[in-house]
């Protein structure tokens, strides 16, 4: 997905370490999120940053912590990593005052933890 | 609450024509969106609804009954790699343009 780029595209953790998955975006937006895939349910949103500096919670912020230091990248940190964190991870994207614009994804980090 | 529903799983031929239902209960509404995702990929965007009525794009055509909170998204002329999942989402109005996302329908294309 041109714009959005996540690092990394993979990962294995054992549980209790510490990760950090980095999403990129070229594309000058304000808005950006992060969700989490898992099988049988949609993506909810973990955290999101409606422009630099900020940061709020989603719907399941619980172990998770963001950071927005620069427009371009939305940091989203694992402190002690758990089995339940296992899932695929999207990072999205959304221009300011384009309420009908849809979301840019990202190509998804996979993330086990054992 | 805020929730989507929409069916899990459907099997269609291939050449037929198929279409796939959302509904939804939100605390707010600023549109409606269809995404489609292969196994392994991003969503990608189909369409956009926010007023009531068909919306067509070529092949894809989506519907929205706000009273309701009904949506469907109408695939023609069925081909195999139309075989993903089809994700309903409805932006909130809220700071954020937050997006509620359903669990999905995984459509099988069968020739």
């Known amino acids: 997905n041109a714009g959005v780029t996540q690092t990394p595209k993979f990962r294995v953790l054992k549980t209790g370490q510490s990760m950090t998955l980095l999403c990129a975006q070229d594309?000058?937006?304000?808005?950006m999120y992060w969700y989490r895939q898992d099988p049988g349910m949609g993506l909810r949103l973990i955290h999101y940053?409606?422009?630099?500096?900020?940061?709020a919670k989603g719907e399941v912020p619980d172990g998770y912590n963001v950071s927005r230091l620069k427009k371009q990248n939305f940091l989203l940190g694992l402190e002690s990593a758990a089995p339940s964190q296992t899932s695929v991870y999207f990072c999205?994207?959304?221009?300011?005052?384009?309420?009908?614009?849809?979301?840019?994804f990202g190509d998804g980090t996979r993330l086990s933890i054992l | 609450g805020q929730n989507i529903d929409q069916p899990t799983e459907m099997t269609a031929t291939e050449g037929a024509i198929v279409q796939i239902n959302c509904t939804y209960q939100t605390s707010g509404f600023n549109g409606l969106f269809w995404y489609q995702q292969h196994a392994g990929e991003a969503p990608t965007f189909l369409s956009y609804n926010v007023l009531d009525g068909l919306e067509e794009k070529g092949r894809f055509s989506s519907f929205l009954s706000r009273s309701k909170g009904y949506s469907y998204l109408l695939l023609k002329e069925l081909q195999m790699k139309d075989s993903a999942s089809y994700l309903c989402?409805?932006?909130?109005?809220?700071?954020?343009?937050?997006?509620?996302f359903g669990a999905g329908t995984r459509l099988f294309v069968k020739a």
């Open positions: 940053s409606v422009g630099e500096g900020t940061t």
């Open positions: 989402a409805v932006r909130g109005i809220a700071g954020g343009f937050k997006t509620i």
């Open positions: 999205a994207t959304l221009g300011l005052g384009v309420s009908n614009q849809p979301q840019h």
């Open positions: 594309m000058n937006h304000e808005y």
